[in-house]
């Protein structure tokens, strides 16, 4: 079971980060985030070892993290923009970091950005 929370109302330009709590040890955590109207996409992904991979529109911004003895991963959003308004989910596979397929999803926790 993943648990996500973090999100909230932000400006422009401000950061938040957020958290993903598993109640077991996971492999591979992601993010993925959907904003209202779009189809969900990947964000970023984290190994168990600390690989990472991000996808281009975030690389630079968003930074993924984990803490195995929490069993808790991280995404700490800076320089965060309109466009990055969505609901924010984690997942976990047994996969690599560049995997497209995760076995688990928790609930999403929405990130607001207002201009």
């Known amino acids: 079971q993943l648990q996500a929370s973090g999100g909230g109302l932000v400006q422009a330009g401000d950061s938040l980060r957020l958290s993903c709590t598993a109640s077991g040890r996971t492999s591979t955590m992601g993010w993925f985030r959907q904003a209202p109207g779009k189809e969900r996409e990947f964000v970023a992904a984290?190994?168990?070892?600390?690989?990472?991979h991000y996808d281009d529109l975030v690389k630079g911004r968003f930074t993924i993290s984990r803490d195995n003895a929490k069993n808790t991963m991280y995404l700490q959003l800076n320089s965060l923009k309109p466009e990055d308004t969505a609901v924010y989910f984690c997942?976990?596979?047994?996969?690599?970091?560049?995997?497209?397929?995760?076995?688990?999803w928790g609930q999403g926790t929405l990130v607001t950005v207002s201009s």
């Open positions: 997942a976990s596979t047994n996969d690599g970091v560049y995997s497209t397929h995760y076995e688990y």
């Open positions: 984290i190994s168990r070892v600390g690989k990472t």
